[in-house]
């Protein structure tokens, strides 16, 4: 009995050694890498949940609509222009712009057109003199023979520059609408210079007869 005790493992020596073998084995190398794994994610979560609040603790509270001030130092309305008036068009824009409507717009003299008609507007047409003669140029035609009136306000005013709203008006009971129409004026070499017309369009697109 004796001898054969000898020969058999001690119970801690056998434990110890099965407790060696599991730690070296792959399996638990494995489950230990996992678990490292979760112990930083864990720790990162906790310190990212700590900061977060730190910082939702310090910031500034948000200030009610009665409390925010708003005193207009940050509007910007940038430059306004005043609206000009019937005594800021020259005298001699205006002349110009009612010859232009008979000659041009009416057809009623249309080499005294040509000579009222600025090179921008020339340009335009593309023509020559003798092409312009013919009537077949870059402003819409309106029956002026049964006009009753032409009234005049003041869209742009500027040195040099002046840009009208014109409302021609037919005589009652003529079966022609009132058309109104914008003409742009330059005055050419300064101050001293002609006005002449180099735009002429419709403020709204309504029809007329064509000439001729």
């Known amino acids: 009995m004796t001898t054969l005790r000898r020969f058999l493992p001690r119970p801690g020596a056998a434990t110890l050694a099965y407790v060696m073998k599991r730690l070296r084995s792959p399996q638990f190398a494995r489950s230990a890498l996992w678990i490292s794994v979760l112990v930083l994610?864990?720790?990162?979560?906790?310190?990212?949940?700590v900061r977060l609040s730190t910082e939702?603790?310090?910031?500034?509270?948000?200030l009610s609509p009665s409390e925010q001030k708003i005193d207009g130092t940050?509007?910007?309305?940038g430059p306004t222009t005043p609206t000009?008036?019937?005594?800021?068009?020259?005298?001699?824009?205006?002349?110009?712009?009612?010859?232009?409507?008979?000659?041009?717009?009416g057809r009623e003299d249309l080499p005294k057109a040509w000579k009222l008609a600025h090179p921008e507007l020339r340009q335009a047409?593309?023509?020559t003199y003798k092409?312009?003669?013919t009537g077949n140029i870059p402003v819409q035609y309106y029956p002026t023979a049964g006009l009753q009136?032409?009234?005049f306000n003041p869209n742009e005013v500027a040195p040099g520059r002046v840009v009208l709203e014109v409302l021609l008006t037919p005589k009652q009971g003529s079966n022609i609408a009132a058309q109104a129409f914008y003409i742009g004026l330059k005055q050419q070499n300064g101050t001293s210079g002609p006005w002449l017309v180099d735009y002429w369009a419709p403020i709204s697109a309504t029809p007329v007869p064509q000439s001729g």
């Open 131 to 133: 092409q312009w003669l």
């Open 149 to 151: 009136g032409a009234t």
């Open 125 to 127: 047409c593309g023509c």
């Open 41 to 49: 994610i864990a720790g990162v979560v906790a310190f990212a949940t």
């Open 56 to 62: 939702d603790d310090t910031a500034a509270p948000a």
């Open 84 to 105: 000009p008036k019937q005594g800021d068009v020259p005298s001699a824009a205006r002349v110009a712009a009612g010859e232009f409507v008979l000659a041009a717009a």
């Open 74 to 77: 940050d509007f910007d309305p």
